[in-house]
């Protein structure tokens, strides 16, 4: 059974062995010894330390208690504070996580946002209860545009713009987020992020511009001058917002591709291939860094002093502030969200503390620092950095942010002007794969037919980090000024007096002369994008049997492919005709007609320019990466066909799924951060079966919401009120017959909320009603409420079930009075015999 220990008896085991705590870090690290200099360059940052700015910060510091100072350190989420909050504690910033508005109103206009920064800024500065008077500063999750605000500009995601390869152009984008982010009153962006993605199985793949450090140092100097402006010219003035270089250090390279794991890169290459960005970023005056969630040989980087302090801050000259990630510093060893002196011992200068854990982490810290465990010097470094960065960003000059050039002018939210820009980039990202006897470009004046679940569908087009945190939930209307990329199709046909029908399952009425498909990904963010392979709809391909009807019907296809990542599609490749890389081109999908139809004269207007920044995989396991010593993609670090090249692909690329030879059977997740393909979260409740697409349903008989356990939202609380199930369930039958051989054992972990009255089974579902139900209450009875445990139940003991065809290998049912938390569903091969199998009855 796995060990885990509660919160609060982390917490205190943490306060009372409180020496040992903050002394586990240096025992444990390998590289805290390391001489930083002799890999890590001192660079030349073009913002210099002023010594006005610094004379004026020792005034501000030298009046300030420790209260106030601890409370420039702690940044609140605005779902868990209250303007009375900030006027009573003076937090030095908050910020809003992805898919939090004002008032909780998804639809917020300009004037609720600067409603809401306006009455922060006022509580901050009103000095009636904490006595301070230093405005407060507000950052947001402006990754690709200002992406929680309904009618922003959603640019492409930066794989996009990665392959855009136009720093230019990059800039442009950062200033016009930086305008639309001071429309609504905000200082402070959470972009760029400069990871180098080595494994595109990791759920924030899109978030990188290229899986090679070349691009991502040009961008993040490009970057950081669009959104600061430029030192010496236009630095932080009314039309500029503060950046964060994110995620430090080394996030798109972890084991697997894991979102939050480890990292195993020698220091050279930590620095010649992760930290290039912030040679671009930190150079160029990038003012804040973010602390990544990752780890480096086991160490969490929030508690890495060699990194954030000897690295960072004292070897590469960074004066600015280094930021927590979303309770990170609650994953250092030894650390709670409530209690870590190590992470500012380490160098972190602001903790941010998105849920109610921030009142008793802030009196931690205060506690701390006059016990000495950290020192009274290493706090007043903190809040001199974050004071520098006020001072620097003008925030105790600037009128407050009601009264600031831009706040509040609902016109500059997704104005013309911006479009035009973000039309640009979505027609430079487009990277051309396949164009046999060149297909494209298009004749506008035929009859086309528009199919594919993403050919309208403006949510699906932006990705995650669109309007809510995931992407999800959203529809057409929440995209105001935005266009699908059918909408741009039919506008260009109807000009020039062809065509369309517009049909997701493809049918059509009329013979169309060429289908143009679009397909690819479903929206997420985080963690929850994490595959396990890069094979497309693997055990689902309806997509591709959508391209093979329209081929036997003898029809020409187009495909535009939407994703995060480049994936293994060979067979979707062979099936089309054209297959364009589209990634996630935001709100202005309609500017990919732009490229594909000819203007006048059977001439385009543009061509694709478009190249690849990651390598396309030839195998769902392969991860090549350019300059790799046995570099074989199937399409290699800079391809794109533009519409003078010949086409290279054939219709006869492998199809056979290989994974890699004598590869140890990996256990099959099911719900694993959140339900992985191809499986569904399905309610069953009054002779009902109902997929769950969002985070919350609540009916009569059951409520399932999905929380946190080791990280945001990996999680899901079920509450039955009366008979009902949840089950793990495909359309297609899988074949668990490998599992079944491996004597594999199903296994989740489970929190009893509290000791259920009803029975619990479960069961498993295959082909033609088969099934089998276990009673799982005799497992239960040993366990603890309120503790969570794992159990594991060989699947031998599902003895009827026909493996070959799996249609649910968990569903689990119970009635009134249960209340359990569940996480981490899998199937776990074992190399044991199933002779000592014990199993439920
Ligand atoms: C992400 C950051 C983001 C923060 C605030 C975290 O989970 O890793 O990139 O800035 O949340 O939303
Ligand atoms: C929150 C988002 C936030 C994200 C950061 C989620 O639990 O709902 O608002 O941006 O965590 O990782």
Redesign the pocket.
Known sequence: MKKLLSQSTLLLSCALAMQSCSNDMSQQDPVVNQDASKIWPSLNIKVKQDPAVEQRVETILSGMTLEQKVAQTIQPEIRDISVEDMRRYGFGSF????G?FPNNNKHAKAEDWITLAEDMYQASIDDSLDGSTIPTMW???A?HGHNNVIGATLFPHNIGLGAAHNPALIKKIAQATAQEVLATGIDWV?AP?VAVVRDDRWG?TY?GYSEDPEIVRDYAAAIVEGLQGDVGVDFMDQQHVIS?T??FLGDGGTENGDDQGNNLASEQELFDIHAQGYVGGLSAGTQTV?A??NSWHGIKNHGNKYLLTDVLKNQMGFDGLVVG??N?HGQIKGCTNENCPQAMNAGLDIY?V?TDAWKPLMNNLIAQVKSGVIAQSRLDDAVRRILRVKVRAGLFDKPSPAHRQLAGNNEIIGSQAHREIARQAVRESLVLLKNKQHLLPLDPTQHFLIAGDGADNIGKQSGGWSIT?QGTGNVNADFPGGSSIYDGIKQQVEQAGGSTELSVSGEYRQKPDVAIVVFGEDPYA?GNGDVDNLEYQRGNKKDLALLRQLKADGIKVVSIFISGRPMWVNPELNASDAFIAAWLPGTEGGAIADVIFNAAEQKPNYDFVGKLSFSWPNTPTQHANRFDPEYAPLLPYGFGLTYQDDNLLGDDLNETVQTAEGAQLSPMKLFSLTVQAPWELRINANQQTKAMTSSVVELPELSVKTTDYHV?EDALHIMWHKEAAVSLASNFPEDLRPYQEKNASISFDLKLNQLPSSPITLSMQCENGCSKLLDLNTQLTNVQVNQWQQISIPLACFSDVNFARVYSPFKLSSGAKTDITLSNIRIVPSEKSAETTHCPQ
């Open positions: 910020l809003n996580g992805g939090a950052g947001t999750d990754v959470f992020t924030r978030e964060t994110k995620h973010m990544s969630f990630d979303w990170g941010m998105p945190w985080e945001q």
